[in-house]
């Protein structure tokens, strides 16, 4: 499955109902199925499913905007369901996990990434910041039969608050948190930690990775439950040292191309992840 890297603006519409666009149709051009996509709301509404590498499953992920002209906030939120109705709202589809993403009413760079399980992204909005993006099924430490559902949601935020992209308190999902949540076979959206970040002796306050001549590591998200155990790790994406290093960084690794982000108005070493463009 490819990527598509570029910017949408607001010369036809807001910037962050062209972005819900692009989804919608980079997605629909490399096989996922649009089951929704209503621009009549100001809330505008995308849901997908995905085959999955089996190119049997159903794999429910959505994204809509929501947005405030007084208070200038324009965003996005990801979504997973475990079943799509067609008469239900977007909030109110099965098994519902939202988290927003703020986003920006004018120009939107972009990286956009996808498989046939999960969609990841990364925005860069206005002063710049950096905001990143989710959803999709994750690579389990089980068989299909034992967890047959392995769905994660991940954004900027703890369900949809109205909070703009300028807010400091914010933060990328794959650090864990409320805004990181993994479905579990119990029918539960649980709280998972996200290895190595929430480890600081991997990349914390304690110490920190470094390049080796040019050369970087990438150390997977791997996500963790204190009541579940190991879960499993996120497909694409990856921590990556900020020690020389910068945002929008380009590097083939083991043969991959990765872009390098960092987490909203953060620089500091353990701040960046690496996104996976897949080809």
């Not at 062209?18 to 709301?41: H, K, S």
């Not at 947005?67 to 008469?87: M, W």
């Not at 710049?128 to 099924?137: M, N, R, S, T």
């Not at 990775?209 to 996120?234: C, F, H, M, P, V």
């Amino acid at each position: 499955m490819p990527h598509d890297i570029g910017y949408v603006d607001n010369t036809s519409q807001l910037a962050h109902y062209a972005m819900l666009e692009q989804i919608r149709d980079f997605a629909a051009d490399n096989g996922w199925t649009v089951l929704r996509y209503d621009t009549a709301p100001d809330n505008r509404e995308l849901i997908l499913k995905g085959a999955g590498y089996s190119g049997e499953e159903e794999i429910f992920v959505g994204f809509r905007t929501y947005q405030n002209a007084a208070a200038d906030y324009y965003n996005l939120c990801a979504a997973g369901f475990t079943g799509y109705v067609p008469g239900n709202p977007f909030d109110s589809q099965p098994g519902a996990m939202l988290s927003g993403i703020p986003c920006h009413n004018q120009r939107v760079d972009y990286w956009l990434t996808l498989n046939p399980q999960r969609i990841a992204l990364g925005m860069k909005v206005g002063t710049p910041v950096y905001e990143l993006g989710y959803a999709g099924k994750y690579l389990p430490y089980a068989r299909p039969s034992q967890y047959p559902y392995p769905l994660a949601v991940g954004g900027m935020l703890n369900g949809t608050p109205a909070t703009r992209f300028s807010d400091t308190g914010h933060s990328m999902p794959f650090r864990g948190g409320a805004n990181m949540r993994a479905l579990f076979n119990d029918g539960v959206w649980h709280q998972p930690d996200c290895w190595p970040y929430a480890n600081p002796w991997l990349a914390g306050a304690t110490t920190q990775e470094r390049d080796s001549n040019g050369n970087y590591a990438l150390n997977t998200i791997a996500l963790s439950s204190g009541t579940l155990g190991d879960l499993g790790e996120l497909d694409g994406v990856a921590h990556i040292t900020g020690f020389n290093n910068a945002t929008e960084n380009t590097l083939v690794i083991g043969g991959e191309t990765w872009v390098v982000l960092q987490d909203a108005w953060r620089t500091g070493f353990n701040d960046y992840v690496a996104l996976r463009m897949d080809s």
